[in-house]
Protein backbone atom coordinates (compact mmCIF):
# COMPACT_ATOMS: atom_id res chain seq x y z
CA UNK A 1 0.00 0.00 0.00
CA UNK A 2 1.19 3.57 -0.75
CA UNK A 3 1.18 6.07 2.63
CA UNK A 4 1.70 9.57 3.19
CA UNK A 5 3.80 10.13 6.00
CA UNK A 6 3.44 13.38 7.76
CA UNK A 7 5.92 14.82 10.97
CA UNK A 8 3.55 17.32 12.16
CA UNK A 9 4.31 20.34 13.88
CA UNK A 10 6.25 22.48 11.20
CA UNK A 11 5.30 25.83 10.88
CA UNK A 12 4.99 26.35 6.64
CA UNK A 13 6.29 29.55 5.20
CA UNK A 14 6.96 30.65 1.26
CA UNK A 15 5.09 30.35 -1.77
CA UNK A 16 2.88 28.13 -3.31
CA UNK A 17 1.86 28.03 -7.31
CA UNK A 18 -1.38 27.13 -7.88
CA UNK A 19 -2.11 24.25 -10.72
CA UNK A 20 -4.84 24.33 -13.75
CA UNK A 21 -8.52 23.22 -12.46
CA UNK A 22 -9.41 20.12 -12.23
CA UNK A 23 -12.76 20.31 -12.25
CA UNK A 24 -12.54 22.42 -15.63
CA UNK A 25 -9.04 20.11 -17.02
CA UNK A 26 -11.88 16.85 -16.91
CA UNK A 27 -14.48 18.82 -18.71
CA UNK A 28 -12.03 20.54 -21.06
CA UNK A 29 -10.60 17.09 -22.04
CA UNK A 30 -14.15 15.66 -23.48
CA UNK A 31 -14.79 18.80 -24.58
CA UNK A 32 -12.16 19.03 -26.88
CA UNK A 33 -13.39 15.36 -28.88
CA UNK A 34 -15.72 17.89 -30.06
CA UNK A 35 -13.33 19.50 -32.55
CA UNK A 36 -12.21 18.09 -36.14
CA UNK A 37 -8.42 19.15 -35.25
CA UNK A 38 -6.43 19.55 -32.63
CA UNK A 39 -7.17 21.09 -29.45
CA UNK A 40 -4.26 21.81 -27.27
CA UNK A 41 -4.91 22.61 -23.77
CA UNK A 42 -2.22 24.66 -21.41
CA UNK A 43 -1.94 24.66 -17.85
CA UNK A 44 -2.79 21.05 -17.37
CA UNK A 45 -2.37 19.90 -13.59
CA UNK A 46 -0.62 16.57 -13.32
CA UNK A 47 -3.32 14.05 -11.31
CA UNK A 48 -4.15 10.99 -12.04
CA UNK A 49 -8.29 11.92 -13.66
CA UNK A 50 -6.55 13.27 -16.28
CA UNK A 51 -4.41 10.25 -16.92
CA UNK A 52 -7.80 8.09 -16.79
CA UNK A 53 -9.62 10.78 -19.30
CA UNK A 54 -6.14 10.72 -21.40
CA UNK A 55 -6.44 6.50 -21.85
CA UNK A 56 -10.32 6.97 -22.22
CA UNK A 57 -9.94 8.95 -25.14
CA UNK A 58 -7.11 7.25 -26.46
CA UNK A 59 -9.55 4.17 -26.25
CA UNK A 60 -12.02 5.52 -28.84
CA UNK A 61 -8.97 6.43 -31.41
CA UNK A 62 -7.92 9.91 -30.02
CA UNK A 63 -4.57 10.42 -30.33
CA UNK A 64 -3.01 12.41 -27.43
CA UNK A 65 0.36 14.13 -26.16
CA UNK A 66 0.79 15.62 -22.80
CA UNK A 67 4.25 17.60 -22.21
CA UNK A 68 5.00 20.49 -20.19
CA UNK A 69 1.57 21.08 -18.68
CA UNK A 70 0.06 20.67 -22.52
CA UNK A 71 -2.42 18.04 -23.48
CA UNK A 72 -3.40 18.30 -27.42
CA UNK A 73 -5.74 16.01 -27.98
CA UNK A 74 -6.10 15.11 -32.22
CA UNK A 75 -10.02 14.30 -32.24
CA UNK A 76 -9.78 13.57 -35.83
CA UNK A 77 -9.56 9.03 -35.88
CA UNK A 78 -11.93 9.38 -32.97
CA UNK A 79 -14.95 6.46 -33.32
CA UNK A 80 -17.78 6.20 -31.21
CA UNK A 81 -17.11 3.21 -29.12
CA UNK A 82 -19.19 1.61 -26.60
CA UNK A 83 -17.56 2.59 -23.64
CA UNK A 84 -19.53 0.35 -20.89
CA UNK A 85 -16.96 -0.55 -18.40
CA UNK A 86 -13.15 0.03 -17.18
CA UNK A 87 -11.64 4.02 -17.07
CA UNK A 88 -14.82 5.20 -17.13
CA UNK A 89 -16.25 3.73 -14.03
CA UNK A 90 -12.83 5.34 -12.29
CA UNK A 91 -13.89 8.97 -12.17
CA UNK A 92 -17.20 11.24 -11.99
CA UNK A 93 -16.27 13.07 -15.33
CA UNK A 94 -16.57 10.58 -17.36
CA UNK A 95 -20.03 11.39 -17.37
CA UNK A 96 -18.71 13.91 -19.57
CA UNK A 97 -17.91 11.68 -22.54
CA UNK A 98 -21.78 10.92 -22.85
CA UNK A 99 -22.70 14.73 -23.93
CA UNK A 100 -19.37 14.70 -26.06
CA UNK A 101 -19.94 11.52 -27.89
CA UNK A 102 -24.00 12.13 -28.24
CA UNK A 103 -23.24 15.40 -29.65
CA UNK A 104 -20.35 14.30 -32.12
CA UNK A 105 -21.92 10.79 -33.03
CA UNK A 106 -25.41 11.10 -31.98
CA UNK A 107 -24.87 8.00 -30.12
CA UNK A 108 -22.93 7.23 -27.34
CA UNK A 109 -22.31 3.69 -24.66
CA UNK A 110 -21.08 4.93 -21.32
CA UNK A 111 -20.43 2.88 -18.14
CA UNK A 112 -22.08 4.50 -15.01
CA UNK A 113 -19.23 7.19 -13.60
CA UNK A 114 -17.56 6.74 -10.54
CA UNK A 115 -15.71 9.37 -8.44
CA UNK A 116 -15.57 10.59 -5.05
CA UNK A 117 -18.19 8.24 -2.88
CA UNK A 118 -20.14 11.58 -1.40
CA UNK A 119 -23.50 9.85 -0.77
CA UNK A 120 -25.65 9.52 -3.71
CA UNK A 121 -24.62 11.00 -7.11
CA UNK A 122 -27.55 10.98 -9.18
CA UNK A 123 -27.40 11.93 -12.89
CA UNK A 124 -31.13 12.44 -13.78
CA UNK A 125 -30.66 16.39 -14.56
CA UNK A 126 -28.22 15.18 -17.50
CA UNK A 127 -30.22 12.57 -18.71
CA UNK A 128 -33.01 15.02 -18.67
CA UNK A 129 -31.18 17.70 -20.54
CA UNK A 130 -29.99 14.77 -22.96
CA UNK A 131 -33.97 13.21 -23.60
CA UNK A 132 -35.44 17.04 -24.19
CA UNK A 133 -32.57 17.42 -26.99
CA UNK A 134 -34.13 14.49 -28.67
CA UNK A 135 -32.12 11.49 -27.49
CA UNK A 136 -33.44 8.22 -26.18
CA UNK A 137 -31.84 6.91 -23.05
CA UNK A 138 -31.62 3.71 -21.28
CA UNK A 139 -29.62 2.30 -18.67
CA UNK A 140 -28.76 -1.23 -20.03
CA UNK A 141 -26.85 -3.73 -17.02
CA UNK A 142 -25.44 -0.04 -15.28
CA UNK A 143 -24.05 1.73 -19.14
CA UNK A 144 -26.32 4.57 -20.39
CA UNK A 145 -27.05 4.02 -23.91
CA UNK A 146 -27.88 7.01 -25.73
CA UNK A 147 -29.10 7.49 -28.88
CA UNK A 148 -30.89 9.92 -31.44
CA UNK A 149 -31.98 10.59 -34.92
CA UNK A 150 -31.10 14.49 -34.81
CA UNK A 151 -30.18 16.73 -32.07
CA UNK A 152 -32.37 19.59 -31.68
CA UNK A 153 -31.97 22.47 -29.81
CA UNK A 154 -34.31 23.00 -26.82
CA UNK A 155 -35.04 24.90 -23.49
CA UNK A 156 -34.21 22.78 -20.47
CA UNK A 157 -34.75 24.36 -16.83
CA UNK A 158 -32.53 22.25 -14.21
CA UNK A 159 -34.63 21.19 -10.95
CA UNK A 160 -31.56 21.10 -9.66
CA UNK A 161 -28.71 23.48 -10.16
CA UNK A 162 -25.81 20.78 -10.81
CA UNK A 163 -22.31 21.65 -12.57
CA UNK A 164 -22.14 18.08 -14.15
CA UNK A 165 -25.50 18.73 -16.25
CA UNK A 166 -24.84 22.38 -17.20
CA UNK A 167 -21.64 21.11 -18.42
CA UNK A 168 -22.80 18.06 -19.82
CA UNK A 169 -26.05 19.78 -21.75
CA UNK A 170 -23.57 21.95 -23.37
CA UNK A 171 -21.70 19.57 -24.96
CA UNK A 172 -24.12 17.88 -26.47
CA UNK A 173 -26.09 21.13 -27.69
CA UNK A 174 -23.14 23.27 -28.87
CA UNK A 175 -23.90 20.79 -32.55
CA UNK A 176 -27.37 20.46 -32.00
CA UNK A 177 -29.98 22.29 -34.69
CA UNK A 178 -31.36 25.02 -33.41
CA UNK A 179 -31.19 27.12 -30.51
CA UNK A 180 -30.81 25.69 -27.15
CA UNK A 181 -32.00 27.50 -23.36
CA UNK A 182 -30.79 25.95 -20.01
CA UNK A 183 -32.31 27.35 -17.42
CA UNK A 184 -31.37 27.30 -13.38
CA UNK A 185 -27.42 26.95 -14.87
CA UNK A 186 -24.97 26.86 -12.64
CA UNK A 187 -22.38 29.08 -12.50
CA UNK A 188 -19.28 28.07 -11.67
CA UNK A 189 -15.73 29.44 -13.21
CA UNK A 190 -15.22 25.76 -14.35
CA UNK A 191 -18.79 26.35 -16.59
CA UNK A 192 -17.09 29.32 -18.19
CA UNK A 193 -13.99 27.92 -18.59
CA UNK A 194 -15.58 24.93 -21.14
CA UNK A 195 -17.93 27.41 -22.69
CA UNK A 196 -14.93 29.94 -23.44
CA UNK A 197 -13.08 26.36 -24.87
CA UNK A 198 -16.04 25.51 -26.96
CA UNK A 199 -16.78 29.21 -27.70
CA UNK A 200 -13.15 29.50 -29.53
CA UNK A 201 -13.54 26.20 -31.37
CA UNK A 202 -16.72 27.86 -33.08
CA UNK A 203 -19.59 27.32 -30.95
CA UNK A 204 -21.83 29.92 -30.24
CA UNK A 205 -22.96 29.92 -26.53
CA UNK A 206 -23.99 33.23 -24.22
CA UNK A 207 -24.46 33.84 -20.91
CA UNK A 208 -22.10 31.20 -19.14
CA UNK A 209 -21.80 32.47 -15.83
CA UNK A 210 -25.12 33.09 -15.52
CA UNK A 211 -28.13 31.03 -14.92
CA UNK A 212 -29.58 31.18 -18.37
CA UNK A 213 -27.15 29.62 -20.80
CA UNK A 214 -28.47 30.27 -24.91
CA UNK A 215 -26.49 28.08 -27.36
CA UNK A 216 -26.87 28.28 -31.51
CA UNK A 217 -26.36 24.98 -32.39
CA UNK A 218 -23.25 25.29 -35.03
CA UNK A 219 -22.44 22.32 -38.23
CA UNK A 220 -18.86 21.89 -36.65
CA UNK A 221 -16.23 23.00 -34.40
CA UNK A 222 -12.46 22.90 -35.26
CA UNK A 223 -9.26 22.57 -33.07
CA UNK A 224 -7.83 25.35 -30.63
CA UNK A 225 -5.63 26.56 -28.01
CA UNK A 226 -6.69 27.05 -24.63
CA UNK A 227 -5.23 27.94 -20.83
CA UNK A 228 -7.06 25.91 -17.91
CA UNK A 229 -8.08 28.48 -15.19
CA UNK A 230 -6.11 28.13 -11.76
CA UNK A 231 -7.64 25.72 -9.19
CA UNK A 232 -10.09 27.24 -6.88
CA UNK A 233 -10.10 24.46 -4.61
CA UNK A 234 -6.67 24.38 -4.80
CA UNK A 235 -6.01 27.69 -3.84
CA UNK A 236 -8.54 27.35 -1.37
CA UNK A 237 -6.89 24.44 -0.07
CA UNK A 238 -4.00 25.93 0.91
CA UNK A 239 -5.46 29.28 2.08
CA UNK A 240 -6.90 26.79 4.83
CA UNK A 241 -3.77 25.48 5.26
CA UNK A 242 -1.58 28.76 5.60
CA UNK A 243 -3.86 30.12 8.48
CA UNK A 244 -3.85 26.72 10.33
CA UNK A 245 -0.11 26.35 10.19
CA UNK A 246 1.39 29.21 8.34
CA UNK A 247 4.20 31.40 9.10
CA UNK A 248 3.54 33.42 6.07
CA UNK A 249 2.15 32.04 3.11
CA UNK A 250 1.89 33.27 -0.68
CA UNK A 251 -0.12 31.96 -2.89
CA UNK A 252 0.48 32.13 -6.43
CA UNK A 253 -1.80 32.07 -9.92
CA UNK A 254 -5.13 32.97 -8.60
CA UNK A 255 -7.91 34.37 -9.44
CA UNK A 256 -9.30 36.12 -6.05
CA UNK A 257 -12.67 36.41 -7.02
CA UNK A 258 -13.24 32.68 -7.13
CA UNK A 259 -12.36 32.20 -3.31
CA UNK A 260 -14.03 35.33 -2.05
CA UNK A 261 -16.57 32.65 -0.07
CA UNK A 262 -13.72 31.44 1.30
CA UNK A 263 -11.53 34.90 2.05
CA UNK A 264 -14.80 36.02 3.85
CA UNK A 265 -14.89 32.94 6.36
CA UNK A 266 -11.11 33.23 6.79
CA UNK A 267 -11.50 36.52 7.93
CA UNK A 268 -14.51 36.31 10.06
CA UNK A 269 -12.62 33.85 12.32
CA UNK A 270 -9.78 36.13 12.50
CA UNK A 271 -7.59 35.66 9.75
CA UNK A 272 -5.87 38.03 7.84
CA UNK A 273 -5.79 37.42 3.75
CA UNK A 274 -3.93 40.20 1.61
CA UNK A 275 -5.54 39.91 -1.63
CA UNK A 276 -3.21 41.16 -5.05
CA UNK A 277 -4.14 40.88 -8.23
CA UNK A 278 -3.17 36.84 -8.72
CA UNK A 279 -1.56 36.11 -5.34
CA UNK A 280 -3.48 36.01 -1.77
CA UNK A 281 -0.65 35.98 1.12
CA UNK A 282 -1.88 34.62 4.56
CA UNK A 283 0.25 35.87 7.51
CA UNK A 284 0.61 33.52 10.61
CA UNK A 285 -2.59 33.50 12.76
CA UNK A 286 -2.48 33.09 16.44
CA UNK A 287 -6.24 32.89 17.37
CA UNK A 288 -9.37 31.55 15.98
CA UNK A 289 -12.77 32.36 16.37
CA UNK A 290 -15.27 28.97 15.73
CA UNK A 291 -17.77 30.37 13.06
CA UNK A 292 -21.02 28.72 11.09
CA UNK A 293 -20.35 27.59 7.53
CA UNK A 294 -23.33 26.64 5.02
CA UNK A 295 -22.10 25.32 1.52
CA UNK A 296 -23.78 26.35 -1.21
CA UNK A 297 -23.54 26.81 -5.16
CA UNK A 298 -21.36 29.12 -6.10
CA UNK A 299 -20.77 31.92 -5.52
CA UNK A 300 -21.52 30.54 -2.11
CA UNK A 301 -18.76 28.57 0.01
CA UNK A 302 -17.66 25.41 -1.97
CA UNK A 303 -19.11 21.75 -0.68
CA UNK A 304 -15.50 20.65 -1.76
CA UNK A 305 -13.74 23.13 1.08
CA UNK A 306 -16.33 22.04 3.59
CA UNK A 307 -14.13 18.61 4.83
CA UNK A 308 -10.35 20.35 5.06
CA UNK A 309 -12.29 23.86 6.91
CA UNK A 310 -13.32 21.44 9.49
CA UNK A 311 -9.81 20.62 10.19
CA UNK A 312 -9.67 24.44 10.64
CA UNK A 313 -12.11 24.31 12.74
CA UNK A 314 -10.61 22.24 15.87
CA UNK A 315 -8.00 24.98 16.29
CA UNK A 316 -11.33 27.54 16.79
CA UNK A 317 -12.44 28.83 20.11
CA UNK A 318 -15.39 26.93 20.38
CA UNK A 319 -18.01 25.25 18.64
CA UNK A 320 -18.07 25.93 14.52
CA UNK A 321 -21.34 24.46 12.57
CA UNK A 322 -21.02 23.31 8.70
CA UNK A 323 -23.76 22.66 6.92
CA UNK A 324 -23.50 20.64 3.79
CA UNK A 325 -25.90 21.34 1.39
CA UNK A 326 -24.59 20.33 -1.54
CA UNK A 327 -23.70 16.78 -0.66
CA UNK A 328 -25.02 15.82 3.10
CA UNK A 329 -23.14 13.06 4.01
CA UNK A 330 -19.92 14.53 3.19
CA UNK A 331 -18.51 14.39 6.39
CA UNK A 332 -16.30 10.58 6.17
CA UNK A 333 -13.36 12.94 7.13
CA UNK A 334 -14.84 13.52 10.95
CA UNK A 335 -14.41 9.73 12.21
CA UNK A 336 -10.84 9.99 11.05
CA UNK A 337 -10.31 13.78 12.35
CA UNK A 338 -11.55 12.12 16.10
CA UNK A 339 -8.92 9.62 15.55
CA UNK A 340 -6.86 12.40 15.80
CA UNK A 341 -7.99 14.10 19.07
CA UNK A 342 -10.65 16.03 17.52
CA UNK A 343 -13.90 17.09 19.17
CA UNK A 344 -16.25 16.76 16.71
CA UNK A 345 -19.72 14.95 15.52
CA UNK A 346 -22.05 14.90 12.66
CA UNK A 347 -25.88 15.68 13.58
CA UNK A 348 -28.03 15.27 10.61
CA UNK A 349 -26.31 17.18 7.37
CA UNK A 350 -24.06 19.34 9.97
CA UNK A 351 -20.56 18.38 11.76
CA UNK A 352 -20.71 19.73 14.97
CA UNK A 353 -17.14 21.09 16.05
CA UNK A 354 -15.10 22.14 19.18
CA UNK A 355 -11.87 23.11 19.76
CA UNK A 356 -9.46 24.45 20.15
CA UNK A 357 -7.82 21.12 20.54
CA UNK A 358 -4.37 19.92 19.91
CA UNK A 359 -4.51 17.13 17.72
CA UNK A 360 -2.39 14.01 17.33
CA UNK A 361 -0.82 12.11 15.01
CA UNK A 362 -2.56 8.66 14.27
CA UNK A 363 -2.92 6.26 11.50
CA UNK A 364 -6.02 7.54 8.89
CA UNK A 365 -7.67 6.75 5.67
CA UNK A 366 -8.60 9.36 3.21
CA UNK A 367 -12.27 8.33 2.09
CA UNK A 368 -12.28 10.60 -0.56
CA UNK A 369 -10.11 13.53 -2.43
CA UNK A 370 -11.29 16.36 -0.01
CA UNK A 371 -11.17 14.05 2.84
CA UNK A 372 -7.89 13.49 1.92
CA UNK A 373 -6.81 17.14 1.78
CA UNK A 374 -7.84 17.70 5.28
CA UNK A 375 -6.04 14.49 6.77
CA UNK A 376 -3.02 16.25 4.92
CA UNK A 377 -3.83 19.84 6.46
CA UNK A 378 -4.49 17.83 10.07
CA UNK A 379 -1.39 15.61 9.57
CA UNK A 380 0.88 18.86 9.14
CA UNK A 381 -0.81 20.23 12.39
CA UNK A 382 -0.95 17.42 15.20
CA UNK A 383 2.48 16.29 16.99
CA UNK A 384 3.70 12.89 16.09
CA UNK A 385 3.85 11.25 12.69
CA UNK A 386 0.66 10.65 10.70
CA UNK A 387 0.30 8.16 8.21
CA UNK A 388 -2.53 8.68 5.63
CA UNK A 389 -3.88 5.48 3.40
CA UNK A 390 -6.14 5.87 0.57
CA UNK A 391 -4.01 8.72 -0.88
CA UNK A 392 -5.23 7.60 -4.53
CA UNK A 393 -7.99 9.76 -4.03
CA UNK A 394 -5.38 12.50 -2.97
CA UNK A 395 -3.51 11.85 -6.12
CA UNK A 396 -6.84 12.20 -8.70
CA UNK A 397 -6.77 15.54 -7.73
CA UNK A 398 -3.81 17.28 -6.16
CA UNK A 399 -1.04 18.16 -8.36
CA UNK A 400 2.15 17.82 -6.98
CA UNK A 401 1.46 18.02 -3.83
CA UNK A 402 4.25 16.37 -2.03
CA UNK A 403 6.88 18.43 -3.64
CA UNK A 404 4.57 22.07 -3.78
CA UNK A 405 4.19 21.12 0.64
CA UNK A 406 8.26 20.32 0.61
CA UNK A 407 8.97 23.70 -0.69
CA UNK A 408 6.93 25.05 2.13
CA UNK A 409 8.78 23.43 4.83
CA UNK A 410 6.64 20.56 5.22
CA UNK A 411 7.90 17.25 6.39
CA UNK A 412 5.68 14.72 4.17
CA UNK A 413 6.69 11.76 2.40
CA UNK A 414 5.11 9.18 -0.42
CA UNK A 415 6.10 6.02 1.00
CA UNK A 416 5.25 3.10 -1.60
CA UNK A 417 4.52 0.11 -1.22
CA UNK A 418 4.42 -0.28 2.60
CA UNK A 419 3.19 -3.34 4.43
CA UNK A 420 0.60 -1.92 6.91
CA UNK A 421 -2.43 -2.60 8.39
CA UNK A 422 -5.46 -1.01 7.12
CA UNK A 423 -7.65 0.75 9.33
CA UNK A 424 -10.82 -1.27 10.65
CA UNK A 425 -14.38 0.45 8.92
N1 LIG B 1 -27.66 16.32 -8.65
C1 LIG B 1 -28.86 15.72 -8.91
N2 LIG B 1 -29.09 15.25 -10.18
C2 LIG B 1 -28.19 15.39 -11.18
C3 LIG B 1 -26.96 16.02 -10.91
C4 LIG B 1 -26.72 16.48 -9.63
O1 LIG B 1 -29.69 15.57 -8.03
O2 LIG B 1 -28.47 14.96 -12.31
C5 LIG B 1 -27.38 16.85 -7.29
C6 LIG B 1 -26.18 16.18 -6.63
O3 LIG B 1 -26.54 14.99 -5.98
C7 LIG B 1 -25.71 17.25 -5.67
C8 LIG B 1 -26.02 18.55 -6.42
O4 LIG B 1 -26.99 18.20 -7.41
O5 LIG B 1 -26.46 17.23 -4.50
C9 LIG B 1 -24.84 19.20 -7.12
O6 LIG B 1 -24.18 18.25 -7.94
P1 LIG B 1 -23.35 18.67 -9.25
O7 LIG B 1 -23.96 18.00 -10.41
O8 LIG B 1 -23.21 20.15 -9.28
O9 LIG B 1 -21.96 17.99 -8.94
P2 LIG B 1 -20.99 17.25 -9.96
O10 LIG B 1 -21.03 17.95 -11.26
O11 LIG B 1 -21.21 15.81 -9.89
C10 LIG B 1 -18.98 18.80 -9.42
C11 LIG B 1 -17.56 18.60 -8.98
C12 LIG B 1 -17.53 18.19 -7.52
C13 LIG B 1 -18.23 19.26 -6.69
C14 LIG B 1 -19.66 19.49 -7.20
C15 LIG B 1 -20.39 20.61 -6.49
C16 LIG B 1 -16.56 17.82 -11.02
C17 LIG B 1 -15.92 16.72 -11.77
N3 LIG B 1 -16.97 17.55 -9.80
O12 LIG B 1 -19.61 17.54 -9.26
O13 LIG B 1 -16.17 18.15 -7.17
O14 LIG B 1 -18.29 18.85 -5.34
O15 LIG B 1 -19.60 19.81 -8.61
O16 LIG B 1 -19.70 21.79 -6.64
O17 LIG B 1 -16.66 18.93 -11.51
C18 LIG B 1 -14.28 17.45 -5.98
O18 LIG B 1 -13.61 18.16 -6.75
O19 LIG B 1 -13.82 16.92 -4.93
C19 LIG B 1 -15.68 17.21 -6.31
C20 LIG B 1 -16.39 16.22 -5.77
Do not use: W
Request: net charge neutral; aromatic share 4%; proline share 4%.
Amino acid sequence: MDVYKIKGGNRLQGKVRVSGAKNSAVALIPAAILADSPVTIAGLPEISDVMTLQKLVEEIGGNVEIEEGKITIDPSEIVSMPLPNGNVKKLRASSYMMGALLGKFKHAVIGLPGGCHLGPRPIDQHIKGFEALGAKVTNEHGAIYLRADELRGAKIYLDVVSVGATINIMLAAVMAKGKTVIENAAKEPEIIDVATLLSNMGANIKGAGTNVIRIEGVEKLHGTKHTIIPDRIETGTYMIMAAAIGDGITIDNVIPLHVEAVTAKLREMGVKVEVGEEQIYIPKTEKFEAVDVKTLVYPGFPTDLQQPFCVLSTQAEGSSILTDTIYPARFKQIDELRRMNADGRVEGRSAIITGPTAMQAATVRATDLRAGAALIIAGLIASGETEIQGIEHIERGYSQIIPKLKMLGADINKVEGLKTASISE
